[in-house]
């Protein structure tokens, strides 16, 4: 056969040389026309058969599918076609069988008798009158029917027995009677460290004051004595001056005194009440 060139300048064989054997196999064939299908071109395999892309449609309307919108045959394993979801086969009525495989999967399921072993788990149980769920519905319906008050807002009957119930009251009780305790003791701390950092605090004022009131004496007494020891009015203006600095001087000590006491008081007090409160 004569040789053909492609558009490289390489020979190629016609395809009309090939051999007559080399024939296409039906695996390679789209089940719809029968043509060879190529990789860029092939959709499937579905249930082993390969379909172009314009050829995957469905058998009945021939609607252009993909795979999210085909379905199968589901009661006839051997049918290979794909469908819509409209003219997919579906079991309905006359159509159900025992070939149906979703029947014969019932009908191959264990015979399990449920009331037989229903019974049989029963007969251990010697249920009577002293059960505690038989003997606490008919405690409450003989209580209600006595024209007991209710308890509950919901219920006809008390929810709870009378004994748990008459238990949970005594609870609150207590409790209710421990914490006022608790609190009036708790009150009363309180009002005792209050009274303590009052008196503290005029127990430190009242030392401080002494103290002002001494060093100020000796210092106003040795201010006059040296008044009277003056020479000239440049020397009287110069002690007055003296003591008006030492006087502020004091004053400012005895002020920074203060304040260093309270702060020193008040951490011991501070103390002092939290060991009382721990020990509650």
Same mark, same amino acid.
């Given at each position: 056969?004569?040789?053909?060139?492609?558009l490289?300048?390489? $020979?190629? $064989?016609?395809l009309?040389? %090939? /051999?007559?054997t080399?024939?296409?196999? /039906?695996?390679?064939?789209?089940?719809?026309? #029968? #043509?060879? =299908?190529?990789?860029?071109?092939?959709?499937?395999?579905?249930?082993?058969?390969?379909?172009?892309?314009?050829?995957? &449609?469905?058998l009945?309307?021939d609607? *252009?599918?993909d795979?999210?919108?085909?379905?199968?045959?589901?009661i006839? %394993?051997?049918? &290979?076609?794909?469908?819509? *979801?409209?003219? =997919?086969?579906?079991?309905?009525?006359?159509?159900?069988?025992?070939e149906?495989?979703?029947i014969q999967?019932?009908?191959?399921?264990?015979?399990?008798?449920?009331? *037989?072993k229903?019974?049989?788990?029963?007969?251990?149980?010697? @249920?009577?009158?002293?059960?505690?769920?038989?003997?606490?519905?008919?405690?409450?319906q *003989?209580?209600?029917?006595?024209g007991r !008050?209710?308890?509950?807002?919901?219920?006809?009957? /008390?929810?709870?027995?009378?004994?748990?119930?008459?238990?949970?009251?005594?609870?609150r009780r207590?409790q &209710?009677?421990?914490?006022?305790?608790q609190? !009036?003791?708790?009150d009363?701390?309180?009002?005792?460290?209050?009274?303590?950092?009052?008196?503290?605090?005029?127990?430190?004022?009242?030392? =401080?004051?002494?103290?002002?009131e001494?060093?100020?004496?000796?210092?106003?007494a &040795?201010? !006059?004595?040296?008044?009277?020891?003056?020479k000239d009015?440049? $020397?009287?203006?110069?002690?007055? @001056?003296?003591?008006?600095?030492?006087?502020?001087?004091?004053?400012q000590?005895?002020?920074?005194?203060?304040?260093?006491?309270?702060?020193?008081?008040?951490? #011991? %007090?501070?103390?002092?009440? #939290?060991?009382?409160?721990?020990?509650?």
């Amino acid at each position: 056969a004569p040789a053909s060139f492609n558009l490289v300048g390489e $020979t190629t $064989t016609s395809l009309s040389s %090939l /051999p007559s054997t080399l024939s296409i196999s /039906p695996r390679d064939r789209c089940r719809r026309c #029968q #043509q060879l =299908v190529y990789v860029t071109e092939r959709i499937g395999p579905v249930k082993d058969s390969l379909y172009h892309k314009l050829c995957f &449609k469905c058998l009945k309307c021939d609607r *252009q599918l993909d795979f999210k919108t085909y379905f199968t045959n589901s009661i006839d %394993l051997n049918d &290979k076609e794909i469908y819509c *979801q409209s003219h =997919v086969p579906r079991s309905g009525k006359g159509i159900f069988s025992t070939e149906n495989i979703h029947i014969q999967n019932v009908m191959n399921a264990p015979k399990l008798n449920v009331m *037989q072993k229903l019974d049989d788990r029963l007969k251990g149980t010697h @249920l009577d009158s002293q059960s505690v769920s038989i003997a606490h519905a008919m405690k409450a319906q *003989q209580m209600f029917e006595q024209g007991r !008050e209710k308890i509950s807002s919901t219920h006809n009957f /008390p929810a709870l027995p009378p004994d748990i119930l008459h238990a949970r009251e005594e609870v609150r009780r207590a409790q &209710k009677s421990l914490e006022e305790k608790q609190r !009036e003791e708790e009150d009363k701390l309180f009002v005792k460290f209050r009274v303590d950092r009052e008196l503290e605090e005029k127990k430190i004022e009242r030392e =401080v004051i002494d103290e002002w009131e001494k060093k100020l004496q000796v210092l106003t007494a &040795k201010y !006059e004595d040296d008044l009277r020891r003056k020479k000239d009015k440049k $020397t009287e203006r110069e002690l007055t @001056l003296r003591f008006t600095k030492e006087k502020a001087e004091l004053e400012q000590n005895m002020t920074l005194k203060r304040d260093k006491k309270r702060e020193i008081v008040r951490k #011991q %007090l501070m103390e002092k009440e #939290q060991e009382t409160t721990h020990s509650l």
